[in-house]
């Protein structure tokens, strides 16, 4: 059943010289206690999407379309309605847990704060609960660090704060946006491991965000590749590794690490502007496997057979491709 379903979203940004389109057209939907993974480079739209489900876009952005979340279509929302939902059926873990904690706070305070705004409790009642909050993401001495500033702890325990904030209220959907950025291996994981077991506890669904597939190869059930704010692939996680169509989504497993000393294949150039997006397929400036027809329309997102691999979630795998029916890829 679905949770969350995103049905033709398009978000713009406010400009002098009109509106400009970063994500286009998107359709998506995620199923209840599900997590799934939306990935992409740096500027492709994955961080406007998570904050227009939320409600939170930048003031000179807006979005059109349908988010619909339990039968409601969030974009049509007075901004009291949203409030009520943001932190206790909706929730996000973002990218900077230094700068999403307020410096003049302490974590204690913070954490209750998400409590006693959606639920009808005292204050030390919601201390209470913050206390058993930072021992479920397993910070040591909570009774001591809810009395600390941010400062005073490290990044993984900023994040592990930023989690306890997130599930306070047992949310619906948490959304994590990049939730191990700059955070040492061992962190990363413990995170990680982290944000499922809160998801498996709580029968939460997770929208996980990253630039890292290897991420999603473990977390993850379905995914989605997203590029210059489209959707260019869509898959079981496994199908998706197995059988990758779209020439961006195969760059990006190529870039992968494998063996000790061999080099790794980077996609040549950027992102592009988007306002400078190159006619027909959008990544076709940086594709290696680009045909002449591919400047000259933009495709559609195309239903293709899966491969013989058993998939574990969903058979339905979609690319942006006109060579989406072709194997180009070889593991």
């Known amino acids: 059943m679905s949770l969350l379903t995103l049905r033709s979203l398009h978000i713009f940004f406010r400009s002098t010289s009109g509106s400009i389109k970063v994500v286009s057209d998107l359709n998506l939907e995620i199923e209840e206690a599900e997590v799934f993974g939306l990935v992409g480079e740096s500027g492709c739209g994955k961080t406007l999407t998570a904050l227009s489900i939320m409600g939170i876009l930048p003031q000179n952005a807006f979005a059109e379309g349908k988010i619909i979340f339990r039968d409601?279509?969030?974009?049509?929302?007075?901004?009291?309605?949203?409030?009520?939902?943001?932190?206790?059926?909706?929730?996000?873990?973002?990218?900077?847990?230094?700068?999403?904690?307020?410096?003049?706070?302490?974590?204690?305070?913070?954490?209750?704060?998400?409590?006693?705004?959606?639920?009808?409790?005292?204050?030390?009642?919601?201390?209470?609960?913050?206390?058993?909050?930072?021992?479920?993401?397993?910070?040591?001495?909570?009774?001591?660090?809810?009395?600390?500033?941010?400062?005073?702890?490290?990044?993984?325990?900023?994040?592990?704060?930023?989690?306890?904030?997130?599930?306070?209220?047992?949310?619906?959907?948490?959304?994590?946006d990049e939730p191990t950025t700059a955070l040492d291996v061992t962190i990363q994981a413990q995170i990680l491991e982290l944000i499922q077991r809160l998801r498996e506890d709580m029968k939460m669904a997770v929208l996980l965000i990253t630039h890292d597939l290897g991420i999603i190869a473990e977390n993850a059930q379905r995914v989605g590749i997203m590029y210059a704010g489209r959707l260019m692939e869509f898959a079981d996680v496994y199908e998706l590794f197995n059988n990758p169509r779209h020439p961006y989504t195969i760059g990006l497993l190529e870039s992968l690490p494998e063996e000790?000393?061999?080099?790794?294949?980077?996609?040549?150039?950027?992102?592009?502007?988007?306002?400078?997006?190159?006619?027909?397929?959008?990544?076709?400036?940086?594709?290696?496997?680009?045909?002449?027809?591919?400047?000259?329309?933009?495709?559609?997102?195309?239903?293709?057979?899966?491969?013989?691999?058993?998939?574990?979630?969903?058979?339905?795998?979609?690319?942006?491709?006109?060579?989406?029916?072709?194997?180009?890829?070889?593991?």
């Open 72 to 176: 409601n279509n969030l974009l049509t929302l007075d901004r009291e309605s949203m409030r009520r939902l943001r932190g206790k059926e909706l929730s996000m873990i973002f990218q900077e847990p230094a700068t999403s904690l307020n410096p003049v706070l302490t974590v204690g305070y913070q954490v209750a704060e998400v409590l006693t705004t959606h639920m009808d409790i005292s204050k030390k009642e919601a201390m209470d609960t913050a206390i058993e909050l930072l021992k479920a993401v397993k910070i040591p001495s909570p009774e001591i660090r809810i009395k600390e500033y941010p400062h005073q702890l490290s990044g993984g325990m900023k994040q592990r704060v930023m989690i306890a904030m997130a599930i306070a209220c047992k949310p619906s959907l948490l959304i994590a």
């Open 260 to 331: 000790k000393g061999k080099p790794l294949k980077p996609i040549p150039g950027f992102v592009p502007e988007p306002d400078r997006l190159p006619l027909g397929c959008k990544f076709s400036d940086r594709c290696r496997f680009a045909l002449p027809e591919c400047n000259e329309k933009e495709p559609e997102l195309m239903r293709i057979q899966n491969s013989s691999l058993v998939t574990r979630h969903s058979s339905l795998h979609l690319v942006r491709c006109i060579r989406a029916s072709e194997i180009l890829w070889r593991s």
